[in-house]
């Protein structure tokens, strides 16, 4: 099992631009997750889903869309990129009751 | 809001020291607690997981501890080595229909030096 995957690895982004990030689970867990990390700093959630078609804002949703039409996919759309939207970008699935599993990330710079 | 505080920020310590890493939080209403390891530049591995029902949990040279009715948790590391050297993050479950959305603490950089 590939686990939690997330691509691209890196990217740099021009203010206003848009981009997508891509997040795909393999263990058929109906719980995923986007969360950002600040440098220094813990992660904060963005945006979570509890299986395909249901989907809610977290923490910090503002300037960030998701969707979820399949159990293994969950991107996250962001529109008109502004400097502070500059983190780590973690995905993460679970079944309902148990750990959390997380991708490798994915570092977006915004200039 | 559930806030979730680690201490200390850092931590430097020779190889072979035993030490343990604090995890405090507010609201004690939780359904579980997490510790995860993070290596520069990587994505979080899961540690151990302690239900709200237990008190600890042992995995290798670690063991982590919970009290839920103080709000607080430990990471005890046996005899550390360099590979240990890495940032550790505690994370908290609330309890009640929270679809499993996890409240991070900002980590601790642990460095162990040979």
């Known amino acids: 099992n590939a686990g939690v995957t997330q691509t691209p690895k890196f990217r740099i982004l021009k203010i206003g631009q848009s981009m997508t990030l891509q997040c795909t689970q393999d263990m058929n867990h109906n719980y995923m997750y986007w969360y950002r990390q600040d440098p220094g700093m813990g992660l904060k959630l963005i945006y979570y889903s509890v299986g395909a078609g249901i989907t809610d804002k977290g923490e910090v949703p503002n300037g960030y869309n998701v969707s979820r039409s399949t159990t293994e996919d969950f991107p996250l759309r962001l529109e008109l990129a502004a400097p502070s939207q500059t983190s780590v970008y973690f995905c993460?699935?679970?079944?309902?009751?148990?750990?959390?599993?997380f991708g490798p990330g994915t570092r977006l710079t915004v200039t | 809001k559930q806030e979730v505080t680690q201490i200390p920020a850092a931590l430097s310590v020779p190889e072979g020291e035993n030490l343990v890493l604090n995890c405090s939080f507010t609201d004690s209403a939780i359904y579980n607690l997490q510790w995860f390891r993070q290596d520069p530049g990587k994505g979080l591995t899961s540690l151990l997981l302690i239900q709200s029902s237990q008190r600890e949990q042992t995995s290798g040279r670690l063991n982590a501890s919970l009290d839920k009715s103080s709000g607080r948790s430990t990471l005890y590391i046996a005899a550390s080595q360099p590979g240990d050297s890495a940032t550790y993050l505690c994370a908290v479950r609330p309890g009640g229909t929270s679809y499993g959305k996890l409240t991070f603490g900002q980590g601790t950089i642990l460095t162990v030096h040979p």
């Open positions: 993460a699935s679970s079944s309902s009751r148990y750990e959390q599993y």
